[in-house]
């Protein structure tokens, strides 16, 4: 009998809770709204997310908005009762703030055994370093990440893709809620989510512990396999101030490239004997490569199949056939807006959609409550006191 076959969201019907800000758990209920969950933003009503304009509407695609004082005990009400019919919560607060005001896991557990409570931290809601604050910089400093990013001889860089942010607070948070999201279905119970952006950075330091395994120790920034050690596999700058990746790692792809800058002599010094060796290799590089602009060697390579790239900017990125045809790039939805890129998931039976653009803070309040049995008098009651807005 031939499946079913429907364009249906894989997440249709599951709720979401995200008291989140900023990029962490914004950029995770991004993920989980663009797969059809219904994600509702909560902030309060204070300075709320106070995220730039041009983030919001980059992140919270897809989703509704509420705005409410979870210091008052009415809006700490409407949390619970939001929850009794919610699937997953997703809170990036200092361990302990959400019990205190009334809204913890355990508090929710008793209204909705089957709640998945995802709790986004930098160190955990256990350990020595629980309380302590940080950024994305930070994460990766304490975990060895930032010593291995760089080059050669230089300083530990950073990163204008927040790798603990995304890596750790978003995309972990999302495999771990689901997996819990999973077995709730099975089990009727949910769990405590507990992530912290440090612990998923050490646990994706895979290549250093690798190097550490063999050598006893990691290699400086810039000169283990993988950062630039080998010439075969590296960036190297055009005429022209651009620059060309080289990521011929197999043998197989070393050769064509050889080939391809006219310099078979190199092809058996794929993996260079010693260091000596691996400086003349590079330097003889640098110069092949640095005599022709980067659209030579564009078009040089252009179907040679030796894994070498253009290291392009950003805007010439969102132009590239390869993401269009993918129907990554999405224009915007209405005037004045930015590109949007598509969720990067494909799957059968399912269209990844902008349902809806990013809501204003606040901007589904009454919507909301009457979801969650506030009628109109009651609904008018709160915003009176200050509790929605």
């Not at 700058?237 to 792809?253: C, I, P, Q």
């Not at 070393?254 to 391809?260: K, S």
């Not at 070498?308 to 132009?319: G, K, T, Y």
């Amino acid at each position: 009998m031939p499946l079913l076959k429907t364009d249906s969201p894989p997440l249709a019907g599951i709720r979401v809770l995200d008291l989140t800000r900023l990029l962490p758990g914004p950029v995770c209920s991004m993920h989980l709204a663009d797969m059809g969950a219904d994600v509702i933003k909560i902030e309060d009503t204070g300075a709320g997310d106070y995220a730039a304009p041009a983030l919001r509407g980059l992140v919270h695609r897809n989703k509704r908005a509420l705005r409410l004082d979870l210091k008052k005990p009415e809006g700490v009400a409407v949390l619970h009762a939001l929850a009794r019919d919610a699937d997953v919560l997703i809170e990036s607060f200092r361990p302990g703030v959400t019990d205190r005001l009334g809204v913890g896991y355990e508090a929710l557990a008793r209204i909705n055994p089957k709640l998945v409570y995802c709790s986004i931290t930098g160190y955990g809601q256990t350990g020595p370093a629980r309380d302590e604050p940080g950024h994305d910089l930070n994460y990766c400093a304490v975990t060895g990440v930032t010593d291995q990013v760089g080059q050669r001889g230089g300083a530990p860089a950073l990163s204008n893709i927040p790798m603990a942010d995304l890596i750790g607070g978003s995309l972990t948070s999302a495999m771990g809620l689901l997996a819990a999201l999973f077995d709730a279905a099975r089990t009727g119970r949910g769990r405590h989510v507990d992530i912290a952006m440090a612990d998923s950075m050490l646990a994706h330091a895979v290549v250093p512990m690798v190097t550490l395994a063999v050598h006893g120790q990691t290699r400086p920034a810039g000169t283990d396999k993988l950062s630039g050690g080998l010439p075969c596999y590296a960036v190297y700058a055009t005429r022209d101030g651009r620059h060309l990746a080289v990521g011929a790692l197999e043998r197989k792809f070393w050769d064509r490239f050889c080939q391809v800058i006219g310099r078979t002599d190199l092809q058996a010094l794929h993996q260079p004997a010693d260091a000596a060796q691996n400086d003349a290799v590079r330097a003889e590089l640098i110069e092949i490569i640095g005599s022709q602009t980067m659209a030579h060697w564009q078009q040089k390579f252009d179907g040679t199949e030796c894994c070498v790239s253009p290291v392009l900017r950003l805007e010439e990125a969102l132009q590239e056939p390869r993401f269009r045809a993918r129907g990554l790039v999405i224009a915007p939805q209405e005037e004045g807006g930015a590109v949007q890129i598509a969720c990067p998931v494909k799957m059968t039976d399912y269209t990844f959609s902008v349902r809806r653009p990013a809501p204003l803070p606040g901007q589904h309040n009454r919507e909301i409550l009457a979801e969650a049995g506030y009628d109109a008098q009651a609904v008018a009651a709160l915003e009176a006191e200050g509790v929605v807005r």
